[in-house]
């Protein structure tokens, strides 16, 4: 994984409500949750939402897409398992370790 990525994605989850944004969208799945149920479930402020969100996209994140009128965000399930293998990557010496199983992450089946 490219390093400015990283640190991107660091960066982004280093905020409180950025952070509460995406563990609240990776616990909806793959379905994600429209802005405003996301906005409304956290307190949020479209506006202060919107601009959470942008950081978490810019950061590869989350990923928008527009189902009608709405902006449904998914978390970006692809890119939290390369940042977790990233940070986990020399775990245990290089030994293979529970950190650094992913294999069964996110509903994937071995």
Known sequence: MDSNLVVRALSALAHESRLAIFRLLVVAGPDGMAAG????????SPSSLSFHLKDLSHADLVKPRQD??????TA????????IG???????AGATCA???LSNCCGDTP
């Open 86 to 92: 990233f940070l986990t990557e020399n775990c245990c």
């Open 68 to 73: 009608g009128r709405f902006v449904i965000y």
């Open 99 to 101: 950190a650094s199983d």
């Open 37 to 44: 149920e996301i906005a409304q479930q956290l307190g949020l």
């Open 76 to 83: 970006n399930f692809d890119a939290m398992t390369d940042l």
